[in-house]
């Protein structure tokens, strides 16, 4: 069984994502949004794989790659961020990081990396994506649910959009062009992100905090 520990800045997004891997197996020993509650638990408990993110506000974990080796040489690291470039890159395979992790990716490709680290094998990209290489400025997410937002990818906020209009999983498969079994991966991975429990919640919250409009399921907000 994979010994999990989640490190994320975004409380709900760790907790989502920890519950997720719990379901599928894992065995999450914590989940924490502190680095240096990181470092005493990975001193402290036996863990296979820790999840980390990389920007915790206006710290960057990277300086402390160090330090988190130190307290567990034996865990393996897989970074998570929103943006991955070249700096990363190299500070990851400097660091003998395992994985790099998009969190814009879907939540199956990023229990893939898991895995595939799990079994002793590097995911960490010999350059950037090149859809992702050049930073792009954009505006400043106006609350908590606007910011879980920018990790959905663009299919995900298609399907947001179909939830907050009340289609069914049938009809959004349909709609799509897509398996329903798919259909309802790309449901799961849209509540996982946007730490909601059901369909109702997170059409909810897509309008109430101006995301999607309720009248024509119309993306309101820029997340490219």
Do not use: Y
């Amino acid at each position: 069984m994979m010994r999990i520990l989640v490190c994320d800045h975004h409380v709900v997004f760790a907790e989502s994502l920890a519950h997720l891997l719990a379901t599928r197996g894992a065995d999450v020993v914590a989940v924490t949004n502190d680095l240096d509650e990181t470092l005493t638990l990975l001193a402290r408990e036996t863990v296979d794989i820790c999840l980390l993110d990389v920007v915790f506000g206006a710290q960057t974990v990277v300086d402390r790659l160090g330090d988190l080796r130190v307290a567990a040489p034996s865990t393996k690291v897989v970074l998570v961020c929103g943006h991955i470039d070249q700096a990363l890159v190299n500070a990851a395979w400097a660091a003998g990081v395992s994985g790099i992790a998009d969190k814009r990716q879907p939540v199956a490709e990023i229990i893939e990396i898991l895995a595939r680290v799990h079994a002793g094998r590097l995911a960490i990209p010999a350059r950037p994506p090149a859809a992702v290489s050049i930073p792009r400025a954009r505006p400043k997410p106006a609350n908590d649910a606007q910011r879980l937002a920018t990790f959905l990818t663009p299919r995900e906020r298609e399907v947001l959009s179909a939830l907050v209009s009340g289609v069914n999983t049938s009809k959004l498969a349909r709609n799509l062009g897509i398996a329903t079994a798919t259909a309802r991966c790309h449901i799961q991975s849209v509540l996982t992100k946007m730490g909601a429990h059901s369909r109702l919640e997170v059409a909810t919250t897509a309008v109430r905090s101006g995301m999607v409009s309720p009248h024509t399921g119309e993306w309101l907000i820029h997340t490219d």
